[in-house]
């Protein structure tokens, strides 16, 4: 199994850094697709030698909602709107990049200071996860459409699933879902937000929204 | 008798109020359902409180549900402030309605969000389960997002879009937090969903790993500390708060605030007691708490408009309750007890803001002049709520305000009280300007534009009749309760 969980790590600090350089909005929605599936993947493959009837229910539900329901609802937010690239991010494609080699190597190097107390199996999941925090929250601070950061936000839930995973080794099934729906309605939120913001501005670019301050 | 299952009931009833609002032909009928439906959830909220304030804690659903004095304490505290603005709500949006600007649809979708966000609260007080209470917080970013933009105008979608995010990214830090404390009790006997039970963390808390248990405390300080507007993460407060439409401002600031606070609050007597009771996690809300005082005195001190003003003020109050809470003690049923008179105060202030807002068509303090006198009930209510606000005497807030001070200087935290005093006499001076001028300057001439109705002065005067009789008079059960909730917050009263 730890041949397929690493293929699937680096998969996914791959699609990570492909977001870090991307700059259409439609390839940003597919990256986030892919790394979703890869998430939903994830627990069946983690730690476990065969995974339970909970485990495979929530990674379906998971792959279908990040796979297939989130670039559905993206995707149209996207069609409503003008703006399909993300024009002059406030940190360039390149310093976007040398971002993310200096947090894929920060989060080796927190992993082993901190020393979480984790099963050896999945002991490359936790710096995988820290990267995938670092570089979502860094997505939500640079970007400046509404749509990227909404990207920004999954890929930062996506670490934190994977963070989740590695360290408590049960979660009651009824809680995942909650958490689940959650950011399932967040999404859906976000989207509506954006076809509003967009119906009134014109443009989905958050910089420019500025007349609230003090 | 055990009355537990009447918890999940609790949530459930808000629920199908909020789905029965969709189904409603007028607005009107919308604005009424929320006001009779949310008087109803009160009542039945209110029996479950007397209940556990009288006997025991109650327990449903495999202990999921919980409710003790800290929780009870909360709850009764959030139907007051809902059921003020529920009525206050009817009165509101009664000329919006004539003027066509509220329509019935978007009346449909705000009484569905009202009680939906009324449900999602519920369940954050309830939840014994820590994840089960992180999502009921979540749930609550993502209901009250809408009701901010129920006019969707330029400003309202800018505050609400910083809210979501903000918010979003905050709780998602909560729940890292959450996942650490799950982490850290992996050495313990407890499995499954035993480890996120509030109840069974703190019996084994002698055997939680202290060191996760630090980790993931600060994350959930960070993450529902942006949601409960303690600076410097309280950016998306001012915008929100100001943008929404007053009766969901007075939610939000009575309220909201309090129930992400709540959550922090949870998790204190647990890493204290983990980390042998140094004073580790309540140094961090003492030092957040003085952050918050003094960084929203200043923006006090410049502000033009009154609900911004009001929103900053409620980042200087919960400052000062967890200020009160990390004090610990004394401090803490201060800070309780802080807690109660802040949340009247503000839905009041709110509540009467909003229809100043109405009559002079601008939320700028500098054109409300001689509003005593053009708008009788809510302008005389505004300058006793802004009064009440900043600590003037017989009111309550003076009170618990200066046994706040009177806790840190009985632990000789003497910079803490230099600084606390600081923020509260810059809000002094600074907030009694600007009521000295809306009330009485160049009112010669100014006519009545509203006339005396019983009904508008009993529901703001009413509360502030109740800060003034704490202020003087506690009754001695109020007292007891109010002991009783703080010392599930750890320490030695």
Not at chain 2, 165 to 193: E, K, N, P, R, Y
């Amino acid at each position: 199994m730890t041949l397929l969980q690493d293929t699937l790590l680096v998969a996914l600090i791959l699609t990570s850094f492909g977001m870090l350089v991307s700059g259409r909005l439609g390839a940003y929605i597919r990256m986030g697709a892919l790394q979703g599936v890869m998430i939903g993947l994830l627990p069946l493959v983690v730690g476990r030698a065969t995974p339970t009837l909970h485990v495979v229910f929530v990674a379906a539900a998971m792959i279908g909602l990040k796979g297939l329901v989130f670039p559905y609802l993206l995707f149209r937010a996207l069609r409503e709107s003008d703006t399909k690239r993300e024009m002059n991010p406030f940190v360039g494609h390149v310093p976007s990049v040398f971002f993310g080699i200096l947090a894929l190597l920060g989060s080796f190097w927190m992993d082993a200071r901190l020393g979480f107390p984790i099963h050896s199996s999945a002991a490359l999941v936790i710096p995988v996860a820290f990267t995938t925090i670092m570089i979502g929250l860094f997505l939500i601070v640079t970007r400046r459409t509404a749509l990227s950061q909404v990207i920004g936000f999954l890929v930062l839930e996506n670490g934190i699933y994977a963070f989740g995973l590695a360290i408590v080794y049960e979660v009651p099934i009824l809680l995942e879902l909650g958490v689940l729906m959650d950011v399932f309605v967040a999404v859906f939120v976000m989207g509506i937000a954006i076809y509003h913001i967009n119906r009134e501005f014109d443009h989905i670019d958050i910089d420019r929204l500025n007349t609230l301050r003090g | 008798m055990n009355f537990g299952w009447l918890l999940p009931i609790l949530i459930l009833v808000p629920g199908l109020l909020g789905v029965a609002c969709l189904f409603l032909r007028s607005a009107r009928a919308v604005l009424r359902l929320c006001a009779i439906g949310t008087l109803g959830v009160a009542a039945i909220a209110g029996a479950v409180t007397l209940h556990v304030f009288r006997f025991v804690p109650l327990f449903a659903g495999r202990s999921w549900f919980m409710l003790d004095a800290l929780s009870a304490y909360h709850l009764a505290v959030m139907m007051m402030v809902f059921s003020i603005s529920a009525l206050y709500g009817v009165i509101y949006f009664r000329d919006e309605v004539a003027r066509g600007t509220f329509t019935d649809k978007q009346a449909r979708r705000y009484g569905g969000l009202w009680f939906g966000s009324l449900a999602a609260m519920v369940l954050v007080l309830v939840s014994n389960n820590l994840g089960i209470m992180w999502v009921g917080i979540e749930a609550t970013t993502l209901l009250t997002a809408f009701l901010i933009c129920i006019h969707p105008t330029a400003a309202a979608l800018e505050a609400m879009w910083k809210y979501l995010l903000m918010c979003s990214v905050g709780v998602a830090v909560a729940f890292m937090g959450t996942l650490l404390i799950a982490a850290s009790a992996q050495q313990t006997s407890l499995h499954g969903s035993d480890a996120l039970l509030w109840t069974a963390l703190r019996d084994a808390v002698h055997q939680l790993d202290p060191a996760l248990l630090k980790a993931g405390f600060i994350f959930l300080v960070i993450g529902y500390g942006t949601k409960a507007g303690l600076a410097p993460m309280h950016n998306w407060l001012p915008d929100a708060h100001s943008q929404a439409p007053s009766p969901v401002s007075a939610v939000f600031s009575g309220f909201l605030l309090n129930a992400a606070l709540y959550c922090i609050l949870r998790f204190l007597p647990l890493v204290e007691a983990a980390t042998g009771n140094t004073g580790w996690g309540r140094g961090i809300l003492i030092a957040l708490g003085l952050l918050s005082i003094v960084l929203a005195a200043m923006f006090i001190l410049f502000q033009r408009d009154i609900k911004r003003l009001l929103a900053y003020s409620s980042v200087e109050h919960v400052g000062l309750i967890a200020l009160g809470v990390g004090l610990g003690g004394f401090g803490a049923v201060a800070a309780l007890f802080h807690m109660l008179s802040h949340s009247l105060a503000k839905t009041v202030s709110f509540a009467s803001a909003g229809m100043l807002g109405q009559s002079y068509g601008t939320h700028d303090l500098r054109h409300f002049q001689g509003i005593v006198r053009r708008v009788p009930v809510w302008g005389t209510s505004l300058v006793i709520g802004l009064l009440v606000l900043i600590g003037i005497a017989p009111f309550s807030i003076f009170l618990s305000e200066f046994f706040i001070l009177k806790a840190a200087l009985s632990q000789r935290a003497y910079w803490t009280a230099c600084l606390l005093l600081v923020g509260l006499c810059v809000v002094f001076i600074s907030v009694l300007r600007s009521a000295i001028a809306m009330a009485w300057e160049s009112d010669t001439g100014v006519q009545a534009s509203h006339r005396f109705k019983l009904s508008h002065g009993l529901l703001v005067f009413i509360p502030l009749a109740v800060l003034l009789v704490l202020g003087v008079w506690m009754p001695e059960s109020f007292v007891q309760i109010l002991i009783r909730a703080s010392e599930l917050l750890g320490g030695t009263p």
